[in-house]
């Protein structure tokens, strides 16, 4: 399969003015044809337009994978291809209801690069993840305007013990408390109770169904902002497999590989053309929705 360079090419050279579409396209059948299931790719380009509110998962995403899930044979199942930064829990956890009836909890997540936050919780959600040695997925603790809510307890529990000990540091703490309204903490703390009870339900549901023995470890070890420090943290697919999700090596079949990359190629590729596309979803079936924004 070709590489990126050679992507660029095919798709420069063509003399099609639909070449971007017609190039995922191509490499998105070869992927159907292989497994004999349904492919939706669902990328951001987030990387691409950083300042973007429009690349996180959203509610809109549900219209256009209920657009793309429309006259597919869902006996076969879903590969879903994920490229995202992450986004809303409600509209993750409404995202794989609906994925979950449509394809009766058939669905394997294919990871080419990065399925962080909330895009982590949707593979989370599905009987295996598909992953190379440049995949990763990251931590599930949920964050409010960058805030993390596990970092917010942590600081009142911190100011408690040390008001406690040295009722003197009481007026430092309460200017660093003061900057969060009333009830933010007990938002906080539901917030995670949220986002670790639907993830947990989802494993012993589809990916440990019958044998959840090792799903707290899971949920836990995605949820601990302690231990990965950063919301942003990047967990490599070994680091995936020791924390005990069902995770496939993508280099494991060289075929399946080349045609995975190739389509990551046109897509990234597609959002770095400076047409002001943020999102695209799309199946093997030449239907795709597409989210601009204005580059002017």
């Known amino acids: 399969m070709p590489s990126w360079n050679e992507i660029v090419n095919e798709i420069n050279t063509s003399p099609s003015k639909f070449a971007y579409d017609e190039t995922r396209q191509k490499y998105i059948k070869k992927l159907t044809e292989k497994t004999d299931r ?19 998962i959203s ?26 930064p992450g986004g809303q829990t409600a509209a993750a956890e409404s995202i794989v209801d609906y994925l979950h009836t449509m394809f009766n909890n058939d669905i394997r997540a294919i990871v080419p690069q990065l399925a962080m936050s909330a895009g982590t919780m949707i593979a989370c959600a599905c009987k295996e993840i598909i ?30 013990e040390e008001i406690k000990a040295d009722p003197a540091k009481g007026p430092v703490w309460q200017v660093i408390i003061s900057k969060y309204h009333p009830t933010f903490l007990g938002e906080c703390q539901k917030a995670i109770e949220w986002s670790k009870k639907i ?40 680091q995936c497999k020791q924390i005990g999700l069902k995770i496939v ?22 959002l770095s053309s400076n047409q002001g596309i943020v999102k695209i979803v799309e199946n093997q079936n030449d239907m795709r929705v597409v989210e601009r924004i204005n580059v002017n």
């Open 38 to 56: 349904n492919v939706i790719a669902y990328y951001s380009g987030w990387l691409q337009n950083p300042n973007a509110s429009e690349t996180s």
């Open 249 to 270: 090596e993508l280099e494991a079949d060289q075929d399946l590989q080349d045609i995975v990359l190739s389509i990551h190629h046109t897509y990234m590729y597609t």
């Open 131 to 160: 992953m190379g040695k440049h995949s990763s997925l990251g931590p599930i603790d949920p964050q409010f305007n960058g805030i993390p809510a596990t970092g917010v307890i942590e600081e009142f529990q911190r100011a408690y």
């Open 199 to 238: 993830v947990e339900d989802w494993l012993r549901e589809c990916m440990f169904e019958g044998d959840g023995e090792n799903v707290d470890t899971i949920v836990n070890a995605l949820a601990d902002h302690s231990e990965m420090k950063s919301h942003s943290r990047h967990i490599s697919m070994e």
């Open 59 to 84: 509610d809109v995403d549900k219209n256009s994978l209920m657009a793309t899930v429309h006259g597919l044979d869902r006996d076969k199942g879903l590969d879903l291809i994920l490229h995202t």
